[in-house]
């Protein structure tokens, strides 16, 4: 593929909604009327979620817009500030009528929270469904459908849940989400991060032009401050498809770059201006902020354990008795700045040369870090656990060493290439992991890397080193493709004549992929042209991961996230073997559940 590319991750991811901004942009005024229009349907008009589930709580949220008393009154629109408190009752019961209530409470919200309502439930049964509700003010919020986690000591439970990331609003209509919601067979959805993105509508746009007007971001400029990243968020939770995945399911949820800006770091992003757009540090606390609020996150000030941590503490880890266990890491608040290497990059890392020694020297340097040293010692000690047969790791950028030929990226041949902002450019704690994975004995179980961020879906095993080829892999890693963000696909139709068949693009964009894979002997899987989730499956004998995706693009359908009703499709299984610590082909999807969580009316008292 001739000239894909200026080569930096964020060009290179950015390059169609550029050729977008290209086509029309028109100028929107942001109108506060508008944002608040899910609000108008009712008090709880942002939905009802759930998250992080542990054997006996999850948490429970909404949002109460406290309606107008008077004429006049202030709407309460997200980031607004305004609008009185409010007194929520919730409810968490074991029926869908809640004739069998089991907990309920009163909480107060107000401006200070962005009238978001928050409740860790405690005191639930292991491995049971519940249903949860708020009311205020002769209002009632949709029935959300939650569980808990299958986390009982000695007993072996199913283990079932779907990998998303990379949910860019303008990107196109939340498919996924919605085949999320349909399915009945989920314990929770992983979200590893990307939920939001902070781009506004105009030259910066990204995503389709079929979907200017039709699907704009909401603040219509990038979102900077406490105001703008609550309104986007308001704006994710009146999305219809969304909104049906949060009610059906627990979600554990991990930020990435774009709930703050592209290619964030412990002091700057790439995509932060600090001369128009004020002190990073400032903006990253409000992002924090917002993502508290709006996402249905335990409070890290709830979290039980106090692990060592720098600044807040949003890793943590998640049973499943003794079939395993998700440790969720963070890999941005504390992460030293990518490698740059001008002309291919000068801020927020991206495709940088590599084999060049002050190159090389830099991207190995052991005082550089991506995650803290207290959390890269948690991981680790959670990674030896021997009581779990599966360590499974929920993880933002990607673990396994990749490198690119210059020629994919339209650049010179002889150029090898790694993106520095993963793991491959943080290669001293990259190496410290993948070496500790390597020196666990059998009995310390297996490893699986769950991760997101490079919209595209891969399966890899994961090098014990790549000089030593001949060396068994530590483990696997599977990477999910984007709901919606522009992928391999996008960046190829950008580059090539707008003329160009879709059926062309694909056959452009599989050479591409194919070639990467070559490089990399350890890839098994890599598609770049589908979007939507990857199911993981978990059983004593082994983790499977089933790729849903999107329809091939065709030339009647050049791109299928701009149709509201899209449907996703099986498009790959792969899978690890309990001891093998690496990839075989899966024959087929998954199918039912060993077991099914507690549902039972008679549970709770009548309440
Ligand atoms: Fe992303």
Redesign the pocket.
Same mark, same amino acid.
């Given at each position: 593929m001739a000239d894909v590319v200026t080569p930096s991750r964020r060009s290179v991811?950015k390059g169609a909604a550029l050729a977008a901004a290209a086509v029309a942009v028109p100028v929107r005024v942001f109108d506060a009327q508008a944002a608040a229009a899910p609000a108008a349907d009712g008090i709880f008009g942002y939905g009802v979620a759930s998250g992080d589930p542990t054997a006996d709580a999850v948490v429970i949220w909404t949002r109460a817009t406290p309606p107008q008393r008077h004429a006049g009154d202030p709407v309460a629109v997200p980031g607004s500030g305004l609008g009185q408190p409010l007194q929520v009752l919730w409810e968490v019961a074991a029926d869908p009528e809640f004739r069998f209530r089991v907990r309920q409470g009163v909480v107060r919200t107000s401006p200070d929270s962005d009238h978001t309502v928050k409740v860790d439930v405690t005191g639930l049964s292991p491995y049971t469904r519940y249903y949860y509700r708020f009311r205020a003010e002769g209002q009632a919020s949709a029935v959300g459908r939650t569980q808990t986690a299958p986390d009982e000591p000695g007993r072996l439970h199913a283990l079932r849940f779907a990998l998303v @990331?990379?949910s860019?609003y303008t990107g196109g209509y939340f498919a996924a989400y919605r085949a999320l919601g349909q399915r009945d067979d989920l314990d929770f959805v992983l979200h590893v +991060? $990307?939920y939001i993105?902070e781009y506004g509508n105009g030259a910066d746009r990204y995503g389709p032009p079929e979907l200017i007007v039709t699907r704009d971001g909401v603040p219509a400029t990038e979102t900077i401050d406490l105001a703008g990243y609550r309104l986007r968020h308001a704006l994710h939770k009146a999305d219809p498809d969304l909104a049906f995945a949060h009610r059906r399911h627990p979600w554990i949820t991990i930020f $990435?770059? &774009?709930e703050v800006a592209n290619n964030a770091w412990n002091g700057g992003a790439e995509n932060h201006t600090p001369g128009t757009e004020g002190a990073f540090s400032t903006r990253r606390q409000q992002a924090y902020q917002a993502y508290l609020e709006w996402m249905p996150f335990r409070l890290p000030d709830q979290d039980q354990g106090a692990a060592p941590h720098r600044g807040i503490r949003f890793f943590r880890r998640f049973g499943f008795g003794p079939l395993g266990d998700l440790s969720i890491v963070e890999t941005r608040q504390n992460r030293s700045p990518q490698v740059n290497v001008p002309p291919f990059t000068t801020v927020g890392g991206g495709f940088i040369p590599t084999g060049i020694p002050a190159v090389d020297a830099q991207l190995a340097d052991p005082a550089r870090q991506l995650l803290e040293p207290e959390q890269l010692g948690w991981l680790r000690a959670g990674t030896a656990d021997l009581g779990r047969r599966w360590h499974l790791i929920g993880n933002q950028v990607v673990l396994t060493p990749v490198r690119f030929p210059g020629a994919v990226l339209g650049l010179p041949p002889q150029l090898t290439m790694l993106n520095s902002d993963q793991w491959d450019g943080y290669q001293a704690d990259q190496a410290a992991l993948i070496t500790h994975l390597g020196a666990q004995p059998a009995s310390a179980g297996d490893v699986v890397v769950l991760t +997101? $961020?490079? &919209?595209s879906s891969w399966a890899m095993d994961i090098p014990a080193s790549l000089t030593a080829p001949e060396a068994a892999p530590v483990g696997v890693e599977f990477v999910c493709p984007?709901v919606t @963000?522009d992928g391999f696909y996008e960046l190829v139709r950008a580059a090539l004549p707008a003329t160009t068949p879709a059926e062309a693009v694909v056959a452009a964009t599989q050479n591409i992929t194919a070639a990467v894979a070559a490089a990399n002997p350890w890839i098994s899987y890599l598609n770049g042209v589908g979007h939507g989730y990857t199911l993981i499956d978990v059983t004593p004998d082994r983790v499977q991961a089933d790729f849903y995706h999107t329809p091939r693009p065709t030339g009647a359908l050049p791109d299928p996230r701009i149709v509201p009703s899209t449907q996703l499709t099986h498009a790959a299984s792969w899978q690890t073997l309990a001891g093998s610590r690496r990839l075989s082909p899966a024959t087929s999807p998954v199918g039912l559940r060993a077991d099914d969580p507690t549902e039972n009316p008679e549970h709770g008292r009548p309440g």
């Open positions: 991811l @990331s990379c860019n +991060g $990307d993105y $990435d770059d &774009h +997101g $961020d490079i &919209h984007s @963000s």
